[in-house]
């Protein structure tokens, strides 16, 4: 068979199953599917910053989480804050943070180590922090303390946080790796189990090829970390997540140690002024940036992110919007990041965090390889399908922003079909992306003994169809 052909042919077979049902087989059985099924955690990031974060708020925040089923939280453990002093640690409100927030809620810590205390910073008086340090050896001193101490409750250390992001890192590449390899190796000697994580980057990923290629700093990680704003920090769009995480991934099988790969900090503000966002970004319509649109963009980068394949956990970034008069590293975007406002009340970006977390607690696969779809061409129309172990199948369908067109009110809509391997009920329970039931949808039936699920997409709008199996 010519490639040509084999481009072509599942189109043909599809086109004589809509026209010419006769030629199928009238009881045909189940397709098996050849792809693993995944567990993939999802989670939430907050800062809790020295003299101002108090155990009070800690623990508002675990219990936030306990509630709507999260179970993952990413926090900084910041070295210039905790040894201001050679060889003086105080850790006073961390004991309390991390034995509370594992023994009495059953939260997994996700830390990251950072910031170069000023005694030790190779920079001046107000970029010591993101310098290198002087000493890699007091680096190494601070983390086989804080693993030793937090060894039997904490089971990863993330190295640094965005080495690639001058904001946070002024150092080199060479520099940054040779800070990973002695943290990894206090790691390794003071807790043998846990797992190194690489410092999440922000976008370059030509930072991570010269870390596995040149550095070689692969046998010295366990995890690979990325970060992703698209839409807010980034001209991409939200949906651009995926090739992000295949490009990364291809890195790692060229020049890596099949390191697994965290998104553990997304995130999408609900800021904006007139059509601006950030220097990078402009608003394409009126919804965009909205609390409400920053639900959606939540289940679009995670729906986008589990569909690869490749991403092992997912945290949002953050719990909580900033008041106007904290100090942020970056824009004022940074101050809009949260589930819940200012004022404590949940956004709806928190009920759909919990509605995905809820739907991807059990293991699951992606089936976008098997399931067929028809589209127009130059579609915006997304869709992801996945099943769970017990054979219910999620769809996930919306339609992608416009990039090229400027803001207007009016709103698209499209139609898509998507056909499915096996035999599913007569219809579909529809909801929004908070969970909300938004009715039922009918499947139509081809002889082959596949689903035909018709859809009127609708800009602005995300929809999540459940499928029970056949009995």
Request: aromatic content about 12%; some cysteine.
């Amino acid at each position: 068979m010519t490639l040509k052909l084999a481009r072509i042919l599942p189109c043909v077979l599809l086109f004589a199953l809509l026209i010419f049902p006769g030629c199928t087989t009238p009881h045909p059985q189940p397709v098996a599917i050849a792809i693993p099924f995944q567990h993939v955690e999802i989670g939430l990031c907050e800062d809790y910053p020295a003299g101002i974060a108090t155990i009070e708020n800690a623990r508002r925040d675990f219990a936030l989480l306990q509630t709507n089923h999260i179970r993952v939280l990413r926090i900084a453990f910041a070295w210039d804050s905790i040894e201001t002093q050679p060889g003086q640690c105080n850790w006073t409100f961390w004991d309390s943070f991390v034995r509370i927030a594992t023994d009495e809620f059953g939260i997994r810590l996700i830390p990251y180590v950072c910031y170069t205390p000023r005694w030790n910073s190779s920079g001046n008086d107000t970029n010591y922090w993101r310098q290198p340090p002087r000493d890699l050896a007091r680096f190494s001193d601070f983390m086989k303390q804080i693993v030793l101490r937090y060894k039997d409750r904490i089971h990863s250390w993330e190295i640094w946080n965005e080495p690639d992001n001058p904001e946070y890192w002024e150092g080199s590449i060479a520099q940054y790796a040779d800070l990973l390899r002695a943290g990894s190796q206090a790691v390794r000697e003071s807790d043998p189990t846990a797992k190194v994580v690489a410092g999440g980057l922000a976008w370059n990923l030509e930072f991570l090829h010269q870390l596995l290629a040149v550095e070689h700093v692969g046998p010295a990680i366990d995890i690979v970390n990325l970060h992703s704003y698209y839409e807010t920090w980034s001209s991409d769009p939200v949906e651009a997540i995926a090739a992000h995480v295949r490009r990364a991934a291809a890195l790692i099988r060229e020049s890596g140690n099949h390191q697994p790969i965290w998104l553990a900090e997304i995130g999408y503000s609900n800021y904006r002024k007139g059509d601006y966002i950030s220097y990078s970004y402009s608003a394409h319509r009126p919804y965009e940036h909205s609390p409400e649109f920053q639900a959606r963009t939540l289940a679009r980068a995670i729906t986008s992110a589990l569909a690869t394949g490749e991403v092992k956990l997912i945290a949002w970034y953050r719990i909580h919007d900033l008041p106007a008069t904290t100090q942020v590293i970056g824009d004022v975007n940074n101050r809009f990041l949260g589930v819940v406002d200012v004022t404590g009340r949940p956004k709806p970006a928190l009920k759909t965090l919990s509605f995905l977390q809820s739907l991807f607690t059990c293991d699951f696969r992606c089936l976008d390889s098997v399931v067929y779809e028809t589209r127009t061409i130059a579609s915006d129309a997304q869709a992801h399908v996945f099943e769970r172990t017990n054979h219910e199948l999620l769809a996930f369908t919306w339609l992608s922003i416009p990039m090229a067109q400027t803001n207007t009110e009016s709103e698209s809509h499209e139609n898509l079909t998507l056909l499915f391997p096996n035999r599913y009920p007569a219809s579909a329970r529809v909801f929004d992306q908070t969970g909300a039931p938004q009715g039922n949808v009918r499947l139509r039936t081809a002889r082959s003994g596949t689903r035909l699920l018709d859809l009127n997409l609708r800009e602005n709008e995300i929809r999540v169809y459940d499928l029970a199996p056949s009995r």
